[in-house]
């Protein structure tokens, strides 16, 4: 019989932190689940620890070449054989054993295609979360609800990582776009949803989303680089001809998106001891002021919750 949920899982150089996100699905109460977990050429000891779990369910697969997380994706949900697909990141878990059931109960409940749930913030090497993706959004849900296009656009719901029903992406040809190595989800969700998928969102929090330490100013001003180029894309997609709506969202989105570029134009170079650079920066941006300015209070809550929230989470060993 073929399982209920496959688990969708790119791989790259995780070997510290993929046994966990393997055993957060093994623990699960749906037993009835596949693990793909396709390695897309690590040469730290990531397939070993793969190799060393000894479960059935658990299936490893090679890429001949490092490609991507979205060939890596596109790999496993060409070999699932799941009805529903749930994409897990292996440096991240499912914070909840009832995870995948609740969401297949729901998918089914809503005849969704597209099933999500909210995602706890972890700093990488703590065991509770500082907050969640939705809070951070300003998005408060009580209920299920269901996610259109302008509302995906305006909340940074291209984060979630949703339980997706696999007969669908097949008849609509939805796949990850193997140019992208950042964003790719954002874009993969859009395309679901050009293509009719039903998407619901469940307020509960069942995923954990890793903040890995790095360089976190760089990364930032390349993602924000990725998604005016997302943005722009579909803003002159001609299926959203007629749909007003969206192209506002969209609109709305880009004038924060290249605000949120300037401001990390000038603060990203000074964060990383680049004084000249930043300076220089500084001085093409007349309006970092106003911009730093709207920021101070966000970053100052951001710094409170960091320090003072903490909320326990379930760590699968």
């Known amino acids: ?85 749930a994409i897990l990141d292996s440096d991240d878990w499912l914070a909840q054993r009832d995870r995948l059931a609740d969401l297949v109960r729901l998918g089914e409940e809503h005849n969704a295609d597209l099933v999500g749930d909210d995602i706890f913030l972890v700093q990488d ?39 997706i029903r696999l007969p669908f992406v097949r008849e609509h040809g939805c796949r990850y776009d193997e140019d992208l190595r950042m964003v790719e989800d954002w874009v993969f969700l859009m395309e679901c949803l050009l293509a009719g998928a039903r998407f619901v969102l469940s307020p509960e929090a069942g995923y954990a989303y890793r903040i890995r330490s790095g360089s976190l100013s760089r990364d930032v001003l390349a993602l924000l680089n990725q998604v005016e180029k997302n943005l722009c894309r579909y803003l002159v997609d001609a299926r959203l001809a007629g749909r007003p709506e969206v192209v506002s969202a969209l609109e709305r989105k880009l004038r924060s998106v290249r605000a949120d570029r300037r401001y990390y134009g000038v603060m990203g170079p000074l964060k990383q001891g680049k004084v000249a650079v930043g300076v220089a920066a500084l001085a093409r941006t007349p309006e970092f002021p106003l911009l730093l300015a709207r920021r101070v209070p966000r970053i100052l809550s951001h710094r409170v919750r960091r320090r003072l929230v903490k909320l326990e989470l379930p760590i699968w060993n």
């Open 1 to 85: 019989m073929p399982p209920v949920v496959s688990v969708i899982m790119p791989a790259f150089n995780t070997g510290r932190w993929i046994r966990q996100a393997i055993q957060s699905v093994l623990v699960q109460s749906l037993t009835d689940v596949e693990v793909l977990v396709v390695d897309d050429c690590s040469t730290d000891d990531t397939t070993r620890v793969v190799e060393s779990i000894q479960d059935e369910r658990v299936r490893l697969l090679r890429q001949p070449e490092n490609r991507g997380v979205s060939a890596a994706r596109n790999r496993a949900l060409a070999a699932a054989q799941g009805q529903w697909a």
């Open 125 to 163: 090497g703590k065991d509770c979360a500082w907050s969640s993706l939705l809070a951070e959004s300003g998005l408060r849900l009580d209920r299920p609800q269901v996610v259109d296009l302008p509302m995906f656009v305006s909340r940074n719901l291209g984060f979630i990582k949703p339980l």
